[in-house]
């Protein structure tokens, strides 16, 4: 009776409504998946393992996990037409064991919550530097200062709200039309923007030793195992595989949609969007002879700098922080509504109030991190610890415990061809394991994503 349940259940569509079409469910996917690694992570990475080099593994890895890491988180999301707790409770209890899985899905559940809380924070940095930069105090001080005085503590309560109250106010217009509309707005403003900065620090001289740092090959980094470890790292958090964010986008996907098609997509885009960041900011950084970093010191520090020195910098500051901006909150969005659709659903109370009461923990918690290290810390051990062990039990939820015979058929949906056999044995013994790994690797490097 309970699988029949179940199952009637999640064939009714989701009370929260549903994404319009693909290009609405890939956008919103993708504005989920970009984010701050992309914008200050991947470039120096680019240019520290061996610049194109590091492109052959990263490529590798990106479409392994986009192919059968991501639809699987897809696929179960839409099977079970719920989040997720739901799906992880549905995986589970076709064991007869659904009370244990729901248990289980509270860990990458929490994973979601807690990189929201550190993700809210920065964001906080993010907005006020935009509006220095907009005011023109970005130039007028030392941008060092600027960034030791907002992330001390207490240093920036007022951008650090508006942030969670804007998250929280565009999930509330309306659970999936809200976040279909605002991706689809962000997401092309976010790639138009990059643009336009990737072709004006093209024209900046000195330009030409940035390209060279991150696209001459330096093959010999193929033989480094560091590289191919922090490819994997990279590939794997940049598609924001969490065993919890695209369970959720997933169970808003009409049955209609080809999921294998869209997973590799949104790969594609997240790709382009970190291709860019790395054309839009290395090349300038060198162009001024200014020391590559990664991290919270490129972005509040090292940029700045290099904005201060550039023809028309005030401009192309604000156009880079309003697109470091546009793709934080679309991946703030996600976050959110991986724990408010679940507590949704757990304990019956409407999507507002489970938008609230998130924002608010979100809010209190965050409050007392917002000193840098504070913040460093607490996403060292949300995504190291966390998320990872998170996404693991995802993957193995889907692959070993629900099963690859039962997950074929959901993902066939909306295809016009069968998936190959070899689909379901790259991602039981090729993805589950690499998670595992992706895991354990996480905790003896430190992070590697």
Avoid at 121 to 146: H, K, Y
Wanted: glycine share 12%.
């Amino acid at each position: 009776m309970e699988n029949s349940t179940a199952e009637n259940m999640q064939q009714m569509p989701h009370k929260n409504g549903g994404f319009q079409n693909s290009l609405g469910f890939v956008l919103a996917c993708v504005g989920s998946a970009v984010g701050m690694g992309n914008i200050w992570l991947f470039p120096y990475r680019l240019g520290q393992y061996g610049g194109a080099a590091f492109l052959l593994p990263y490529f590798i890895f990106v479409a392994l996990f986009g192919l059968v890491g991501l639809s699987a988180e897809f696929a179960i999301g839409r099977k079970a037409g719920t989040g997720t707790l739901g799906s992880y409770e549905y995986c589970w209890n076709t064991r007869g064991k659904g009370k244990l899985g729901l248990a289980l899905g509270w860990i990458p559940l929490f994973g979601s919550l807690g990189i929201a809380i550190g993700y809210s924070v920065i964001l906080g940095w993010v907005l006020r530097t935009l509006a220095s930069g907009m005011t023109g105090e970005l130039f007028l001080a030392d941008a060092g200062q600027l960034f030791t005085a907002m992330s001390s503590d207490f240093g920036n309560v007022t951008c650090h709200t508006i942030v969670i109250l804007m998250a929280c106010i565009l999930l509330m217009v309306g659970a999936t039309g809200g976040i279909e509309k605002i991706n689809k707005v962000l997401m092309p403003a976010f790639f138009v923007l990059f643009v336009v900065l990737a072709v004006r620090v093209a024209f900046l001289g000195g330009a030409a030793e940035g390209y060279r740092f991150l696209f001459v090959p330096q093959w010999e980094y193929l033989l480094k195992v560091d590289t191919w470890v922090m490819a994997m790292g990279q590939a794997f958090f940049s598609l924001s595989i969490t065993g919890s964010g695209m369970i959720v986008y997933g169970s808003y996907l009409g049955k209609n949609e080809d999921i294998s098609k869209a997973s590799v997509n949104t790969a594609v885009f997240d790709t382009l969007a970190a291709m860019l960041a790395a054309l839009a900011i290395m090349p300038a950084v060198f162009a001024f002879g200014i020391e590559p970093t990664s991290g919270p010191p490129l972005m509040f520090i090292t940029l700045p700098q290099v904005f201060a020195q550039m023809p028309l910098g005030q401009l192309f500051a604000v156009f880079f922080f309003v697109s470091v901006a546009f793709a934080g909150i679309t991946s703030l969005i996600n976050m959110f509504e991986a724990v408010c659709e679940s507590w949704q659903t757990k304990f019956h109370i409407s999507h507002s109030l489970a938008v609230v009461i998130c924002g608010a923990i979100s809010l209190a918690v965050g409050l007392f991190i917002e000193n840098g290290q504070k913040v460093s810390d607490w996403m060292d051990f949300i995504t190291i610890i966390v998320v990872p062990f998170g996404a693991l039990l995802g993957a193995f939820s889907v692959y070993y415990v629900f099963g690859w015979k039962q997950l074929k058929g959901e993902m066939e949906l909306g295809r016009k061809k069968a998936l190959p056999e070899w689909f379901g044995i790259l991602g039981k013994y090729v993805y589950v394991p690499l998670a595992a790994i992706v895991f354990v690797l996480g905790i003896l490097y430190g992070g590697i994503g």
